[in-house]
């Protein structure tokens, strides 16, 4: 399975991966697996099902904050 990520969606995503996200940190995806910086990176640049999962996140998350459903949350959460 892949996709037909937009470049510049696909550009944004590992910018944001390489810029938010430290060298020793990893992301685990439940049963999927868990993945260093540099596999999510490859995983979206092969557009493979981790890679579009990946880049969906993300899309989401820039959603969140540009709607203001991120920051409403996280106000929710210290009421």
């Given amino acids: 399975m892949s996709g037909n990520i937009d470049p510049d969606v696909k550009k944004l995503v590992m910018w944001r991966i390489d810029t938010s996200m430290p060298n ?15 596999e999510l990176k490859n995983h979206v640049d092969k557009e493979d099902e981790i890679g ?3 880049v969906e996140m993300e899309m989401n998350f820039i959603k ?3 709607t203001g459903e991120f920051s409403k949350a996280l106000a929710e959460s210290y009421e």
């Fill in 52 to 54: 579009l999962k990946i």
């Fill in 64 to 66: 969140a904050l540009t």
């Fill in 24 to 38: 020793h940190f990893k992301l685990v995806m439940g049963d999927k697996g868990t993945f260093t910086k540099e």
